[in-house]
Structure formats: structure tokens, C-alpha cells
């Protein structure tokens, strides 16, 4: 009986590690995952503002040197400069893009 007792401990203390490491993998991964997701937001972010808001918010294609209203030549999206940039801006969680 004892032995059966302490194999089941054995069991439950293995049992044990592996959710424990498990758990540890699982939240370096989201931690390397959401630090990916920043940096690629933040180029995002700073290419939008090199280009003062004129960039697709569908596909990401330029559109500084197109007319302010118009379609994106790359996918078909209708914009409007200025509800265009009003939509980064939020995006980014600023209020100007001074
Ligand atoms: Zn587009």
C-alpha cells in the first residue's frame, strides 16, 4: 500500500514539473511573441509617420504622392487622406501628428 502511495506522489510531483515547465516555455513564448508584435508595430508606426498618415490602411501602400481622395492603386481600397490619418492616429494612440 505504502508503495502504491508513494508511486502515485511520484506521479503527482511528475505531474507537477511538467505543468510547471510548461507553463514556463508558454510564457517566454507570449513574452518573445508580444516584444515581436512591439518592434513590428513601432516600424509600422514610424513608417505611417514618414509618410504623414498617407499609407493604405488595408495593405500598407504609400499613398503621399496620390490625391486625397482616391482608391489604392495596389488594393482597390477607397480613402480620404484625412479620415486616413484620423485612422493611424488612433491606431497609434496619438491625438496629432505633430
Ligand atoms: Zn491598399
Redesign the pocket.
Known sequence: MWAALSLAGVKAAKLVYVIVAWQLIYSTLLLIISKMGRRARIALAREVLEREGAV??????C?KSLPDKYT??????S?EKTALQARWLEWMGMKSLA
Do not use: A
Open positions: 493604405c490602411f488595408e495593405c500598407g501602400y499613398l489604392c492603386p495596389e488594393c482597390g481600397t480613402y
